[in-house]
């Protein structure tokens, strides 16, 4: 993938991504008194633009400069993060189908969900560091 | 495997960043090759080596042992 179509790829989901997060925060904290819900989607909406706002700058950067956003080393690096991540989300699965009863169905796939992509970023950065031999 | 590649990159005065550029990958991938932590593939090591002028064996020299195990 070009660099710039991967900018305005990933331009486009950052928007909407951000976009749907203060949707819903939005219809949250319409009503009266503050949850636990409403604190935590906030939370994640910060967190969500603090890391993709350096990640989209950065990758503006490299455009502008004519540095491709992916070669060998870092498609390596995505393929064997994601090799690692799917035995984890095998074992995060296994996990939460044992504690399904103490969960509603939509918990349990927005948690799985999330550990998935959690532990997709913990790999990235674990091999990422690690490098290979 | 040992790299030559930050000695013969300073005698052609090219900075990591330089290089990067020539051989189309990005900055970090020369700082992990210099490090000695990642094993490029045939195309790179050859186009690196053809940045700096010389062979691929004077590039990336690995051990006599590495190479029989």
Redesign the interface.
């Known amino acids: 993938m070009k660099s710039k179509t991967a900018l305005m790829l990933f331009s486009i989901l950052s928007v909407s991504l951000v976009g749907g997060l203060l949707f819903q925060l939005y219809s949250l904290l319409s009503s009266d008194n503050m949850t636990s819900a409403q604190l935590l989607l906030t939370a994640a909406t910060v967190v969500v633009m603090v890391i993709l706002i350096p990640v989209l700058l950065n990758l503006r950067k490299d455009v502008k400069a004519g540095i491709p956003h992916d070669d060998e080393l870092s498609k390596k690096v995505k393929m064997f993060a994601a090799g690692y991540a799917y035995f984890s989300s095998l074992i995060i699965w296994l996990v939460l189908f044992a504690f399904h009863s103490y969960l509603q169905k939509d918990d349990l796939l927005m948690v799985g969900l999330a550990f998935m992509i959690l532990s997709f970023g913990i790999n990235w950065l674990f091999v990422r560091r690690k490098g290979f031999q | 495997?040992i790299t030559r590649m930050k000695e013969l990159r300073a005698i052609r005065k090219l900075t990591q960043a330089d290089l990067?550029?020539r051989v189309?990958?990005?900055?970090?991938?020369i700082v992990?090759l210099e490090?000695g932590?990642?094993?490029?593939?045939l195309k790179?090591a050859a186009k690196i080596a053809k940045q700096l002028e010389s062979r691929i064996e004077d590039v990336f020299i690995f051990d006599e042992e590495e190479l029989i195990e």
């Open positions: 495997m990067a550029k189309n990958v990005r900055r970090e991938t992990f490090k932590e990642y094993n490029p593939s790179l």
